[in-house]
């Protein structure tokens, strides 16, 4: 099963990858012909489309760079017989298996990443050549597809970088700003498309921006003077300079004390798809408190950050902060570290040092934000 990053460019490995190729150049990386039958087949494909309405929400067709009209499932095959290809964007919001990978390798590339789908006939091509402004991996599931790509210079370049027939089991890493082009060859292609944002240096000050306007120093007025109109236009006064070199110092003292490297990563990670699970039917709340055969377990599929502040304890998750008293840190700690409990269990753990009142408060909050996962085992 293609899980993560490591086994989309197996063989290659994630260190070399990211030393050699990573947002640098491109890459071919031919693989066996059954390397993704676990990961998404024409089988799927058609179980999504069959138990969708008509036309899917998602779905898009073109041909040669234009957009084709289609109204119902006639319509729909007839531009693919005519040449137009098959589009399904964000198709891992309907496979669990691709939505595991996007959520998998978001946490590894710290960015949103998304899969579309490809279905496009012989010797078509969807699009005209162009470039792409995230980095972009093509799985090639079924068939073959012919891939030209430049530099960033455009087509102007007379022989491409590479020049290959992706196949079945085949891997293609095009980084951002790479032109690029492609055309089915003499059978029909499906592939898949990891799109991976790349986040730059403008990025971040434009975060920086927002960020800022919740400190007084930055979002007040520049001092002003009203200058004589003999005075030379465009003098810079002294009061201008000093208030630029305060902002330069307040702006140094949060870089030097790691607040902003911390704060971004903080919200890098409240971009990514929120990956949680409904698991009903759920254990009523009297079950979770009472019943001994209730267990409860952390989701894994959330990334938890726990920080100790001025006197309480904060954790962090998503977009939402649950805050608590510093006097909590073993209990909570003790509980992000288990793997299956019950209220009871930690009520005899801790039967000396807290009370079945405070254990069953603090259950409850991280229940009610979905942090734990509640069930009834059976004897």
């Not at 930055?218 to 200058?227: L, M, N």
Request: aromatic content about 10%; charged content about 20%; glycine content about 6%.
């Amino acid at each position: 099963m293609i899980e993560n990053l490591k086994e989309l460019i197996n063989p290659l490995g994630v260190t070399e990858f990211e030393k050699k190729n990573y947002k640098k150049r491109p890459l071919l990386i031919k693989g066996d012909k059954t390397k993704f039958d676990s990961l998404f087949q024409y089988s799927d494909l058609n179980k999504i489309l069959n138990n969708s309405t008509i036309p899917h929400p998602k779905l898009r067709i073109y041909k040669e760079g234009k957009l084709t009209i289609f109204r119902d499932f006639g319509s729909i095959l007839n531009a693919f017989y005519e040449g137009s290809t098959i589009i399904i964007d964000q198709i891992h919001l309907y496979d669990q298996r691709l939505r595991k990978l996007v959520s998998n390798t978001s946490k590894e590339l710290g960015e949103q990443t998304l899969l579309n789908l490809y279905l496009s006939p012989p010797g078509i091509s969807a699009f005209h050549p162009h470039y792409d402004s995230h980095d972009v991996y093509i799985i090639q599931l079924e068939g073959k597809k012919s891939w030209k790509i430049y530099g960033k210079n455009g087509m102007g370049v007379k022989k491409p970088i590479i020049d290959c027939i992706l196949s079945k089991g085949d891997l293609l890493y095009i980084p951002k700003g790479f032109w690029h082009s492609a055309i089915a060859t003499d059978e029909t292609s499906l592939h898949i498309t990891l799109g991976a944002p790349v986040r730059t240096g403008i990025d971040f000050l434009m975060w920086l921006t927002n960020d800022l306007y919740n400190r007084e120093l930055w979002s007040s007025g520049f001092p002003i003077k009203i200058q004589d109109i003999s005075e030379p236009t465009g003098l810079v006064t002294s009061q201008i300079k000093d208030h630029i070199n305060q902002l330069a110092i307040d702006l140094s003292s949060l870089i030097e004390l790691n607040v902003l490297s911390e704060k971004y990563s903080e919200y890098i990670n409240c971009t990514l798809e929120k990956n949680q699970h409904f698991n009903f039917p759920i254990p009523s709340k009297s079950d979770i408190l009472n019943n001994d055969n209730c267990m409860l377990n952390l989701d894994t599929n959330i990334k938890i950050q726990l920080k100790s502040n001025d006197h309480t304890i904060s954790i962090i998750f998503w977009d939402k902060i649950l805050t608590f008293d510093e006097n909590y840190l073993e209990l909570i700690n003790y509980i992000l570290k288990l793997k299956h409990f019950s209220v009871s269990i930690l009520s005899i753990y801790f039967k000396n040092k807290f009370s079945y009142s405070e254990i069953t408060t603090i259950i409850g909050e991280l229940v009610k934000e979905g942090l734990l996962i509640s069930y009834i085992t059976y004897p």
